[in-house]
């Protein structure tokens, strides 16, 4: 009685599912624009659910659902999703097929032994245009339909072979119990592909196909130990057969299960990382960088690589932006939040041959910008707090120039000037007069205060780089300082009439550094500095023929120096191999607005 009931449930099942797709499918394809290229493969999935249906209904109308396949098959291989044929050609071997299957059924299957070659070639065809269409032709959301199709052929192929093992390789054959089982199995294919025309993203097809490979492959990898096991060992002694078998099949599941998984999502993501992963991935890059406002750089290589996208960018104000890669005008778009504050817009573009990013590429965008918000906040609060520092250290050295002119140009004339009548009175007073030591001694103050004005006006700036320039400067201050075996070349293009008091100072300070250092450690003979702006930003390029920077050692207090004095102006500072075979410093510093513009 039982199992009577469980048959009626089956079939219950079938037309639950069958009937509301038949209809879905129809309204679609009446909601269309345009209308009559989805007919093809709708009509084919209708054709199907009817006769999964009705052999449901029926068990002597099983042939049916037999023929609906057999017309099916063919239009759903040439046009399935959208109803084009692609490459246009794949309508011949369509055709031959449809020919075939309507002479045979005619001709009660008198013209079996013709044309089976024929049609041999057209089903191979029929097999490859999928493929092809997939690589070459198929949006995003067409492959999202592909993808349905083929986990349904996964699921429903893997549900007859089971139901062949457990019945002995014949199918709907013992009992209500097998036709039920074999019911629910012939629904799986028709319903998927209705599925994947209506509602691709119904569900995460991606995970779903990542699931179903890795059970396949799980399965067959222990199934083959342990179906090795039993030949190896022999039914002779079944008993010790089914022992080893067990324990086979104990050892293998493990080691099986993670090479399956490895496999099955190398398999449906072609070599991306999954969600767990691209989050344990951009883990590891933020914790390997030395400086915060690196953050959003890091970020987009990490969505670059791991969804294997073209490019990525982060449109922001301040630090927060930045870019990886080209990124075209279908780029997705999405905001990157930070406690309900809009840190950037991200925006990433599809892969190639990709219409838009799919459901599993959004899930992992999400989660990684999620993921990175607080860096990116932390990258620009410190990025803010650089730039305030860069502005005060501007501020300071404009103003330094400031002091060191008045200085220079007003107040030592003036001393210089009160000197002179303070002498002028000594020499007009009698010798001994009161008047005359008054003068003498005015004259003295006065030389005194001078001098220490002329002092005060070089500590707070070298007169040279307001009097003669950089270039000049850097020549004076490290060909000056020692004479040895060292040639140190100084050239300086294109550099603007008067640099910002900040850069030029501090160019100064990582020249003499640098050339230092290079003196001190390097043993070399040939020393190259060359400044060059391009309008915006001075490059500065120090580079020497010795023996380069030490390999395992970290980086002393002269390379810190130089790295600290680019980073509190908002440059950077790189270090490398020299052409010349030694030590390579690069530093780029930003200009001033007032001398870019």
């Not at 910008?369 to 990258?379: D, G, S």
């Not at 640098?514 to 060359?530: F, I, M």
């Amino acid at each position: 009685m039982w199992e009577t009931v469980v048959l009626v449930m089956s079939q219950v099942v079938v037309q639950a599912v069958t009937w509301p797709l038949i209809v879905a499918l129809i309204l679609d394809v009446m909601r269309s624009r345009p209308r009559w290229p989805r007919v093809l493969p709708a009509a084919a999935i209708i054709v199907l659910l009817l006769g999964t249906a009705l052999g449901a209904l029926v068990p002597a109308w099983t042939l049916v659902s037999g023929a609906a396949w057999w017309f099916a098959l063919p239009l759903i291989l040439g046009s399935y999703p959208d109803g084009r044929f692609v490459p246009r050609w794949i309508l011949a071997p369509v055709i031959v097929y449809e020919a075939y299957a309507v002479a045979y059924l005619v001709s009660a299957g008198a013209i079996a032994d013709h044309g089976g070659g024929l049609v041999g070639f057209s089903s191979l065809i029929l097999l490859g245009a999928p493929v092809y269409r997939y690589l070459r032709r198929a949006t995003t959301q067409e492959r999202e339909s592909v993808r349905w199709a083929i986990l349904a052929v996964l699921v429903g192929v893997g549900c007859f072979i089971l139901i062949m093992l457990l019945e002995g390789g014949t199918v709907a054959e013992h009992g209500p119990i097998s036709v039920a089982a074999a019911n629910l199995a012939g629904v799986i294919i028709p319903a998927g592909l209705a599925l994947g025309m209506l509602r691709p993203r119904l569900i995460d097809v991606d995970r779903a196909l990542v699931v179903t490979v890795f059970v396949f492959l799980a399965a067959a990898l222990v199934g083959a130990c342990a179906a090795a096991a039993w030949w190896l060992v022999g039914a002779g002694d079944p008993t010790a057969a089914t022992v080893v078998v067990a324990v086979v099949v104990a050892l293998v599941t493990v080691p099986a299960a993670l090479l399956a998984r490895r496999v099955a999502v190398w398999l449906v993501f072609h070599g991306r990382l999954d969600e767990e992963a691209a989050v344990k991935r951009l883990d590891a890059v933020l914790a390997g960088i030395d400086d915060a406002t690196k953050a959003p750089r890091v970020f987009l290589d990490c969505i670059v690589d791991c969804l294997h996208v073209p490019g990525a960018v982060l449109v922001g104000a301040g630090h927060v932006a930045a870019g990886s890669g080209t990124v075209g005008a279908d780029a997705a778009e999405m905001p990157v939040c930070y406690e309900g504050e809009t840190l950037a817009v991200l925006r990433v573009s599809p892969r190639r041959g990709e219409s838009a990013l799919t459901a599993n590429d959004r899930r992992i965008v999400h989660r990684l910008a999620a993921h990175v918000a607080p860096a990116l906040h932390a990258a620009r609060l410190v990025g803010d707090l650089r730039d305030a520092h860069a502005a005060t250290v501007r501020a300071r050295e404009e103003e330094r120039r400031r002091l060191r002119r008045d200085l220079h140009d007003d107040l030592s004339p003036t001393l210089s000037g009160l000197g002179l009548s303070a002498a002028a009175i000594s020499r007009r007073a009698r010798v001994g007069d009161d008047v005359s030591e008054a003068a003498e001694s005015l004259v003295s103050d006065v030389t005194s205060a001078v001098a220490q004005v002329r002092e005060l006006a070089y500590d707070l700036r070298p007169p040279m780089l307001d009097d003669l320039g950089l270039v000049v400067a850097i020549r004076n201050r490290i060909h000056g300082a020692q004479a040895d075996d060292l040639d140190v070349r100084v050239s300086g293009d294109s550099l603007p009439a008067e640099l910002p008091a900040a850069v030029d100072i501090a160019v100064l300070r990582i020249v003499q550094e640098a050339v230092e250092n290079t003196r001190r450690h390097a043993g070399a003979q040939r020393c190259d500095v060359r400044l060059a702006s391009d309008g915006d930003v001075l490059t500065v390029s120090i580079d020497d023929d010795g023996q380069g920077f030490p390999i395992g050692r970290g980086s002393g207090l002269g390379l810190e120096s130089i790295r600290e004095r680019s980073r509190e102006l908002g440059g950077t500072s790189e270090f490398s191999r020299s052409s010349l075979g030694g030590a390579a410093i690069r530093v780029r510093l930003p200009l001033a607005p007032e001398v870019t513009r």
